[in-house]
């Protein structure tokens, strides 16, 4: 016997898999933004004196403190703290075309 619940849970699957890819990266993105927001508010609600780095050292630790060891939290940490610094590598240059 099905319950309202897998019932609904069938349908969004549905209603999912009838969304083109790009669709579902933009659903991902307002998620992600959403989820981004929500945990902003908590942190703070908790202390309105959270502003600049403060407030994304403790985004930080808040998302990913249960996933990163303290080595890479102090790590993103420095690198947060730089102006205009690049977080990621830089993209890979494609191969240069040679004749065989």
Not at 54 to 83: C, F, N, W
């Amino acid at each position: 016997m099905s319950t309202p619940i897998d019932d609904t849970e069938v349908q969004f699957r549905g209603m999912l898999r009838q969304l083109g890819p790009s669709d579902r990266v933009a659903m991902a993105c307002r998620m992600f933004s959403t989820g981004r927001a929500l945990a902003i508010a908590g942190l703070l609600s908790r202390d309105r004196g959270l502003t600049g780095f403060s407030l994304k050292r403790a985004l930080l630790r808040h998302v990913y403190g249960r996933d990163l060891t303290s080595d890479q939290l102090s790590a993103i940490e420095i690198a947060l703290r730089q102006p205009n610094k690049q977080m990621h590598p830089p993209a890979a240059t494609p191969p240069e075309d040679h004749d065989v």
